[in-house]
């Protein structure tokens, strides 16, 4: 099986900053695409950024010059660096990985459980 734990969530002032991570675990092989999507209250689910394995990015007009994500393949690892945060900021917040699990199988994706990101005065 794969896991996806994400840290780094929490309360911010808007203006402020905060890093997410997310770290892949298991029967990993290779991991192709990975992403940060964000769900505020009532409203769907969004992407708000990916990044592939060769260091690709692509953000969601809302976020861009202000997030940045980065990952590290050794560590099958993914970033959310959240600088000058926003009142729309405030969602959860979820990592997502392509995963090959066994060699020259299909990628599959995976999903972290959630992270808290709250920006209030």
């Known amino acids: 099986q794969v896991q996806l734990v994400e840290s780094g969530g929490g309360l911010v002032q808007p203006g402020g900053s905060l890093r997410l991570s997310c770290a892949a675990s298991?029967?990993?092989?290779?991991?192709?695409?990975m992403a940060w999507y964000r769900q505020a209250p009532g409203k769907q689910r969004e992407l708000a950024a990916t990044i592939t394995s060769g260091g690709t990015t692509n953000y969601t007009d809302s976020v861009k010059g202000r997030f940045t994500i980065t990952r590290d393949n050794a560590k099958n690892t993914v970033y959310l660096q959240m600088n000058s945060l926003k009142l729309e900021d405030t969602a959860v917040y979820y990592c997502?990985?392509?995963?090959?699990?066994?060699?020259?199988?299909?990628?599959?994706?995976?999903w972290g459980q959630g992270t808290q990101v709250t920006v209030s005065s």
């Open positions: 298991g029967s990993i092989v290779s991991i192709r695409a």
């Open positions: 997502s990985a392509d995963v090959q699990r066994v060699v020259a199988g299909v990628y599959r994706r995976y």
